[in-house]
C-alpha cells in the first residue's frame, strides 16, 4: 500500500505517522501565560537535539478541528519559557489525565495530582514527581504550517537540570532501568522500558566495523542467519585470526556440527550470536564443510 498525505484525512494521516514513528519520547511541558497562570501538558512530537548547546525540541500541533493553538503554545509565545519533565511508569496515567482538555487558566498540576516544584531560573515549575526534569528558555517556535494537524517546533535551551538522585547509579550517571521511561505509540498504546525489555548493541564509535559485504557470500546469504546476525558479525573488525579458527575447529560441539553440515554449524553459530560471543561465532561460520571454501 501507498499513500499520498495529501489525499488523506488529518486524522487517518496522524494516526499513520503517530503509529509507525515510535516509540516516541513525551515531553511533559509546564508554561506559564502572561498572567502567570500555570499550565501542564504532554507532548510526544518531543526529542533532545543538541549537546553543546543543549537543546530540546518539541512541537505543540494546532487543533484539528479548527486550527486553533493549544495553550502550552500561546503561553509560550506570550512567556518563552518552559519546564519540561520526563515521564516515567509511576507517574504516566496522571500524565496521560493531564493532557485533558480543560478550559484555559486550569492548572493540570493539580487536575492531575502533581506537586509543583518552583524554577530556579524559569517561571514554569517543574513536577516533583518527574525523575528527570529541564528548566529551559525557548529560543525559537518555528510554525510547520498553517491548517490543524500543523506542528510548531519549540526550540528549547537547557539551563538547568533536576535529578532525582535515585534514579542514578553508583557512578552517579542516570541508570536507563531505574528511569523506568514510557513513551508513546500510536492510539492509547504506551510502552514501558522494563529490564525484560532492554537490551545492548555494541556501537561502532571507536572501531570500524568491516561491514556485512566484508563476509563470505556462504555467511551473507545464510539461510539461517537474520539480518540482525549479519550486523552483529558485521560490527566485528576483522575476520577471526587463526588461533581463533583453531580454537573452534578443535571445540567438540563444532565439530559435530560440521558432520551434521552447514546448516547445523549456522544454527550453532547463531547459539554463540545470542550468548554475545560474535567472534566465535565467525570462527564457527568459517569452518569447512566438505568442498565448500571457507
Known amino acids: 500500500m501507498t499513500l499520498d498525505p495529501n489525499d488523506m484525512d488529518t486524522r487517518d494521516l496522524y494516526g499513520y505517522l503517530s503509529t509507525a514513528v515510535a516509540p516516541r519520547p513525551i515531553a511533559f511541558a509546564s508554561t506559564v501565560d502572561s498572567e502567570g497562570r500555570v499550565n501542564l501538558s504532554p507532548f510526544s512530537y518531543f526529542?533532545?537535539?543538541?549537546?553543546?548547546?543543549?537543546?530540546?525540541?518539541?512541537?505543540?500541533?494546532?487543533?484539528?478541528?479548527?486550527?486553533?493553538?493549544?495553550?502550552?503554545?500561546?503561553?509560550?509565545?506570550?512567556?518563552?519559557?518552559?519546564?519540561?519533565?520526563?515521564?516515567n511508569y509511576a507517574m504516566v496515567e496522571q500524565t496521560s489525565l493531564a493532557s485533558t482538555e480543560y478550559p484555559t487558566g486550569t492548572n493540570e498540576f493539580a487536575k492531575a495530582g502533581f506537586t509543583e516544584v518552583a524554577g530556579e531560573v524559569v517561571r514554569p515549575p517543574r513536577v516533583q514527581e518527574s525523575p528527570v526534569s529541564f528548566e529551559c528558555k525557548v529560543d525559537d517556535i518555528i510554525a510547520l504550517g498553517e491548517s490543524g494537524g500543523a506542528g510548531n517546533l519549540v526550540i528549547a535551551r537547557v539551563v538547568?537540570?533536576?535529578?532525582?538522585?535515585?534514579?542514578?547509579?553508583?557512578?552517579?550517571?542516570?541508570?536507563?532501568?531505574?528511569?523506568?521511561?514510557?513513551?508513546?505509540?500510536?492510539?492509547?498504546?504506551?510502552?514501558?522500558?522494563?529490564?525484560?525489555?532492554?537490551?545492548?548493541?555494541?556501537?561502532?564509535?571507536?572501531?570500524?566495523?568491516?561491514?556485512?559485504?566484508?563476509?563470505?557470500a556462504h555467511i551473507r546469504n545464510s539461510d539461517v542467519l537474520t539480518g540482525n546476525n549479519l550486523g552483529r558479525l558485521g560490527n566485528l573488525e576483522a575476520l577471526p585470526?587463526?588461533?581463533?579458527?583453531?580454537?573452534?575447529?578443535?571445540?567438540?560441539?563444532?565439530?559435530?556440527?560440521?558432520?551434521?553440515?552447514?546448516?547445523?554449524?549456522?544454527?550453532?553459530?547463531?547459539?554463540?550470536?545470542?550468548?554475545?560471543?560474535?567472534?566465535?561465532?565467525?570462527?564457527?561460520?568459517?569452518?569447512?564443510?566438505?568442498?565448500?571454501?571457507?
Do not use: W
Not at 518539541?58 to 479548527?66: A, C, N, Q, T, Y
Not at 557512578?171 to 492510539?187: I, Q, S
Not at 552447514?262 to 564457527?284: C, F, P, S, T
Open 47 to 87: 526529542n533532545v537535539f543538541s549537546t553543546r548547546p543543549p537543546i530540546l525540541v518539541f512541537s505543540p500541533i494546532l487543533r484539528g478541528r479548527d486550527g486553533s493553538a493549544k495553550d502550552t503554545l500561546e503561553n509560550l509565545r506570550a512567556v518563552p519559557e518552559v519546564t519540561i519533565s520526563v515521564v
Open 160 to 216: 538547568r537540570i533536576h535529578i532525582d538522585e535515585q534514579v542514578l547509579d553508583a557512578e552517579g550517571k542516570l541508570d536507563t532501568r531505574k528511569l523506568d521511561l514510557v513513551a508513546r505509540m500510536g492510539g492509547n498504546d504506551y510502552c514501558r522500558a522494563t529490564d525484560d525489555n532492554l537490551f545492548e548493541i555494541p556501537k561502532p564509535l571507536r572501531n570500524l566495523g568491516m561491514g556485512v559485504d566484508s563476509l563470505p
Open 241 to 294: 585470526d587463526e588461533a581463533l579458527l583453531q580454537r573452534a575447529e578443535a571445540s567438540q560441539e563444532v565439530r559435530d556440527a560440521r558432520a551434521q553440515g552447514a546448516i547445523a554449524l549456522h544454527r550453532l553459530a547463531k547459539r554463540y550470536l545470542e550468548r554475545g560471543e560474535a567472534e566465535l561465532a565467525l570462527a564457527v561460520l568459517l569452518q569447512r564443510v566438505g568442498s565448500e571454501p571457507a
